[in-house]
């Protein structure tokens, strides 16, 4: 949590600074701009509100720094993950030839994908670092099409806010605004580092957010779902995070 509790105390500062009437100038572009994150309650609420919103504010159109070949991990740390069991091996088996993402919610042409049509698309790369909360870190290099790409592709409304993707282990979900879905470094990535995206980093397809913490970039991609609402998605706090004591937006 390291990260994000000094990025509170930089946005809280920047705030202090500015005095009362700056929360209150924060607090009504929040509620105008539609910046209130899906974990605006509880007790860590306005500060959520306060960092999401000083955040699209202030940078909404930046790039994560990129990195040189150079700089890449010799030895990047694959986090564990739970058993991924039979189904998944069947899969894996097959060479992922039948893994397929679903595109659904808010779009014009409900469509659903496979990895051939995935990698057919678009695709764009970048070698960017990757943080998790727990205080590791490493560079590599990504490689997938860019979610814009495949939401331009099935017709996403204009209303949609929302881009919630579902992750082969049903405990993983997440969620991204617009800022984040048509980011040119929001990528459904199947290759790392020049070779196919190994199981143990997420593969066959991972969802890589490269302005936030690690637990946004989620492995085993199954299923895009659109919309304008998060409400109705697990306990309505956007995503698995908030439901485990971490924050929807983790800008890193
Ligand atoms: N499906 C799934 N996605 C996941 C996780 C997971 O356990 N399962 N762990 C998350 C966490 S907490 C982090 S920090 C990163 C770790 O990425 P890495 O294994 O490439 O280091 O993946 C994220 N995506
Ligand atoms: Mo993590």
Known sequence: MSILSRRKLITTGI??????????????LAKRYG????????IYG???????????LLTR?????????????????????????????????????????????????????????????PRRSHITMIQCEEGWSY????TGVPLSHVLERVGALPQVRYVVYRSFQPDWWESIDMADSLHPQTLLTYEMNGGELPV???????????????????KYITRLTLTDNL?????????????????WFAGA
């Open 200 to 218: 143990g980093f997420g593969g066959p397809l991972r969802m890589r957010i490269s302005r936030q913490l690690g637990y946004k970039s989620v």
């Open 231 to 247: 409400k109705k998605f697990g306990k309505g706090l956007g995503s698995s995070s908030p439901e485990g004591g971490y924050a």
């Open 35 to 42: 910046l209130i994150p899906p974990d605006s309650g509880g």
């Open 61 to 121: 159109h930046s790039l994560a720094r990129e990195f040189s070949r150079s700089q890449m991990s010799a030895k990047p740390f694959a986090n564990e993950v739970a058993p991924l069991g039979d189904d998944f091996k069947t899969f894996q088996q097959g060479a992922f030839a039948d893994w397929r993402l679903a595109v659904d919610g808010m779009v014009a042409r409900p469509s659903s994908f496979s990895l051939a049509e995935l990698k057919s698309f």
């Open 15 to 28: 705030v202090a600074t500015a005095g009362a009437s700056g929360l209150v100038v924060v607090a009504k």
């Open 139 to 142: 560079i590599a290099e990504w």
């Open 46 to 56: 306005p500060g959520e509100t306060l960092t999401y919103a000083a955040q699209r």
